[in-house]
Structure formats: structure tokens, C-alpha cells
């Protein structure tokens, strides 16, 4: 979003997680295509701009590169409104997001309400609601922290009408295969150890 607004990437920032985890990044790859891009497909300068990323924590664009930039439009959602927005989409249609979606739904709507057109929107799912059931399940109301797993899924696939997915299905009776539990103090030995078993 800031860097949409100013041009600047700077990950000298705090490191924030949400229920959408592909979001909480502090250096983003898909960023770095589009800047590549915007910058003429010139690999030395996209080059230049991580190297100052890597260097310094952040780069900054410059005006030919940020007019380019221009048909695109920066917004966020935090948590409250992500669960908002996953709410309020299935009280109204009946159709279950997931919490990625949900960001991009939600800038959507500030989009529209910040008159900058009423041309309809397509918005295009990247992720199941399956991969982040327990959020979006407490977002309409249906679940709770102490619920289990797969009572979520498959209360999920009846509030949906969508099927579990097979992959889904396939890890309700998988094996367990790795049950060790350990302090982060622990874990380089628990780990040289299963390395060398």
C-alpha cells in the first residue's frame, strides 16, 4: 500500500501477521516483476533497486517509473475488515471467501467508495477457503478456537456446497509423521538429531 502511495519500498517496518499469511511478507518477490516492468525491463536498474533493498532496507522509484504505476490502485484491510468482509459477502450471497480474497474484495469496495469508478469488477480467487478454514469459519460466525480441525471442514463444505477438496480429505486420516514437541531452545538438536537417524 505505502508504496503505491510514495514510491518507497522500505522494509524497515514491523513485520505484522494476519490471517492472510501469503500478505505478510517484508520483500516481495511479485513486487519486484512489477518494478521490473515499470523500470523498462531494464535489468541493471531493477538490479540497482534490490541491491539498494538488500543494502539498506529500502529504494525508492523514481517519477518515469512511478507514472507508470499509475493504473494501479493501493489499498489494505485489516483484520477486522477482512472478517467483515467475509461475513457480510456470505450473509448477501451465500458465497464463502477465503482470507486473501477477502483483502482483495475489500479494496474493491474502498475503491468504489472513493468514487474512482462504478465499472464492475472481477476479482479472481487465488486461494480455497479450505487453506485458511478456521479464520474464515469464525468470520461467518461458525466456529470457534476450540473446534476441531475437520468439523470446520466439513461444516464449511455444507455451508458452501463445495466438496473437500481431495488433498483436504486425503490428510483427515493421514499418519502422523513428525509428533515431536520442543522448546525453540531445543530445536537445533532435535533437529541434528532426526538428521542423522
Do not use: W
Not at 501477521?17 to 512489477?34: A, G, Q, V, W, Y
Not at 539498506?56 to 468482509?85: H, Q
Not at 448477501?92 to 474493491?108: E, F, M, N, P
Amino acid at each position: 500500500f505505502d508504496f503505491f502511495k510514495t514510491g518507497c519500498y522500505d522494509k524497515n517496518r514491523e513485520f505484522i501477521l494476519t490471517s492472510s499469511p501469503s500478505m505478510d511478507i517484508l520483500i516481495s518477490s511479485n513486487l519486484e516483476r512489477l518494478v521490473y516492468l515499470c523500470c523498462g525491463s531494464d535489468p541493471k536498474k531493477n538490479a540497482a533497486l534490490m541491491a539498494g533493498l538488500n543494502r539498506e532496507g529500502k529504494y525508492e522509484i523514481d517519477e518515469d517509473m512511478r507514472k507508470k504505476l499509475d493504473d494501479f490502485y493501493g489499498a489494505y484491510a485489516g483484520e477486522d475488515k477482512v472478517f467483515e468482509t467475509i461475513k457480510n459477502l456470505y450473509e448477501k450471497t451465500g458465497y464463502i471467501i477465503d482470507t486473501h480474497t477477502a483483502v482483495a474484495t475489500a479494496a474493491d469496495l474502498i475503491y468504489k467508495a472513493e468514487g474512482m469508478d462504478d465499472n464492475k469488477s472481477v476479482i479472481v480467487s487465488t486461494a480455497s477457503p479450505y487453506k485458511f478454514t478456521r479464520n474464515v469459519m469464525k468470520a461467518i460466525g461458525k466456529g470457534d478456537d476450540d473446534t476441531d480441525d475437520f468439523v470446520l471442514v466439513d461444516e464449511l463444505s455444507k455451508l458452501s456446497g463445495v466438496k473437500v477438496p481431495p488433498a483436504v480429505e486425503e490428510i483427515r486420516n493421514a499418519r502422523i509423521l513428525h509428533d515431536t514437541v520442543c522448546e525453540v531452545s531445543e530445536m537445533k538438536e532435535i533437529v541434528r538429531k532426526s538428521l542423522i537417524q
